[in-house]
């Protein structure tokens, strides 16, 4: 069973620089609250919804945010929120992890390094 998120205590901490398929970004447009300073390329992931790239919010990476991302931290397109977010906290991989679930969660830093690779980023999608 998936752990149960509390976003009170971690405030959307796993909501930051996630590979997000770029259509999202058009698709649903009108319900992007932090403004979107630049794109990272994540590269081409057919299984997790075509091109892939990470938005940054804020030149401070350990500040990014995503841009769908409340100011009361929750997901403005939870409804809608793609196949990485709906698998975050399930432990299988080192980038869906959630320290406030106990578990080791890689720095922005990191992420952003190995999503250069789309070897890594296919590993995640296909655990």
Do not use: W
Request: with cysteine; charged share 30%.
């Amino acid at each position: 069973m998936k752990p149960k998120c509390d976003i009170s205590k971690c405030k959307g901490a796993c909501c930051g620089s996630v590979p997000i398929p770029k259509q999202y970004f058009t698709a649903l447009k009108n319900r992007i609250v932090r403004p979107i300073l630049r794109f990272e390329d994540a590269g081409d992931l057919p299984e997790m919804g075509g091109h892939n790239v990470v938005a940054i919010t804020n030149e401070d990476l350990n500040e990014n945010r995503c841009p769908f991302q409340r100011y009361d931290y929750k997901c403005n397109i939870y409804d809608r929120r793609p196949k990485i977010c709906r698998m975050f906290g399930e432990g299988k991989h080192k980038y869906l992890q959630c320290g406030y679930l106990g578990q080791k969660m890689p720095t922005t830093e990191e992420i952003l390094t190995d999503l250069r690779s789309i070897e890594e980023i296919s590993k995640i999608c296909n655990k």
